[in-house]
């Protein structure tokens, strides 16, 4: 019985072809991968939500897009912020870190140090711009933009509409983030005011106090997870 010969095993010129097409096709899976993984983490990258300090806006799990060439935002603008523990990640921490972001759907970054309550990046939205003077009652924000004369509630000023969790809690309630007053203040140079929208239970800048413009790292622009609230800011 005759056996079938492998042809491969007689001819260099297939057997370097075979090496070239393989390599090509190795290429080609390599600079995709490199190519998506540059412009989602330089051009328009994920960011995934997981606590529910922008309810009801954002959901729990959910995930947005964050274009980091705006970091000039209006008021009602949702910002991703830059850790606020001082800690650095490195350059080849933070490839690895984009690498497993890609391939477990950003589930999943082994390098990223993060801390309780302000160690991680997070999302919150922009209610008063340097210059402004405001106020906060009942936890809802009162805003006086610079060179005006009159105080205005924040739905008032905002670029656009969105939603807000607050609810009655007890009087003597402490809560971590939970303030709904804050006294009068007017922001400084390159300061900016940051709320989440779950007024209750969510740290912002009742906690950190102004936000200066360095931490502000893009602007969210598009909310496509979970498919059903897909929707642009």
């Not at 009068?184 to 929208?197: N, P, R």
Request: charged share 25%.
């Amino acid at each position: 019985m005759a056996t079938k010969q492998n042809i491969y095993e007689y001819s260099f010129e297939l057997r370097r072809e075979r090496r070239r097409k393989v390599m090509y096709v190795l290429f080609v899976v390599v600079s995709v991968i490199l190519s998506l993984s540059l412009f989602l983490h330089c051009i328009l990258f994920p960011v995934r939500v997981r606590s529910d300090s922008m309810e009801r806006d954002i959901a729990h799990n959910g995930a947005v897009l964050v274009c980091p060439f705006l970091r000039s935002p209006r008021r009602g603008d949702v910002v991703y912020l830059s850790r606020f523990d001082g800690k650095k990640t490195g350059l080849l921490a933070s490839a690895a870190d984009v690498l497993a972001g890609f391939f477990t759907a950003q589930q999943y970054f082994p390098l990223t140090h993060t801390s309780r309550l302000t160690g991680k990046p997070c999302l919150r939205r922009v209610m008063a711009l340097p210059g402004d003077s405001l106020y906060m009652r009942d936890y809802v924000l009162y805003v006086k933009p610079a060179g005006k004369d009159f105080y205005l509630t924040e739905f008032e000023v905002a670029s656009r509409p969105y939603n807000l969790r607050i609810y009655s809690v007890p009087a003597e309630w402490d809560g971590v983030g939970c303030a709904g007053a804050i006294d009068e203040m007017t922001l400084g140079e390159g300061e900016y005011f940051v709320l989440a929208d779950n007024r209750i239970s969510a740290t912002d800048s009742r906690v950190w106090g102004p936000v200066p413009s360095s931490r502000i790292k893009g602007k969210a622009l598009i909310e496509y997870f979970p498919f059903n609230r897909l929707r642009i800011f």
